[in-house]
């Protein structure tokens, strides 16, 4: 229900690159914590090695690996990809002068002001984001 609630409020893609020279982000797919039993609930993650995921060993034997994010696409759920559609969704009632969802300052980051001010300024038609 909170995740709901955040969708609406719109999010943020983020994508990022790191490595983990503190739990060598076992936390991800393998055990851990550590110190705790793989047969405790939450413990047992995924099928990687506890002795795997160290920055060290990728370094290596990947020193020139790169990564390249491509055909990221922004719209509507449905309407990124042809044959797709925009999908029909209510917004939350608002009463007179109010507006849904997240508000910002004035002065603030969002160009005018408001989040609707700011979204009205996207386009209509998803962009192809890539190279």
């Not at 002068?97 to 969002?110: F, I, L, Q, R």
């Amino acid at each position: 229900a909170n995740f709901g609630k955040a969708m609406e409020r719109g999010m943020v893609l983020v994508l990022s690159l790191w490595d983990d020279f503190e739990s060598h982000m076992l936390w991800l797919d393998s055990d851990y914590p550590l110190d705790k039993d793989p047969s405790e609930p939450g413990v047992s993650r995924g099928s990687c090695s506890r002795d795997s995921g160290k920055p060290e060993d990728l370094a290596n034997t990947c020193p020139s690996a790169t990564v390249k994010f491509s055909k990221l696409r922004v719209g509507e759920i449905g309407s990124t990809f042809p044959g797709g559609g925009p999908v029909t969704t209510s917004r939350p009632h608002t009463t007179a002068g109010t507006t849904a969802g997240p508000h910002t300052t004035a002065g603030s980051d969002c160009p005018g002001g408001s989040l609707d001010h700011c979204i009205s300024l996207c386009p209509d038609s998803p962009p192809n984001i890539h190279d």
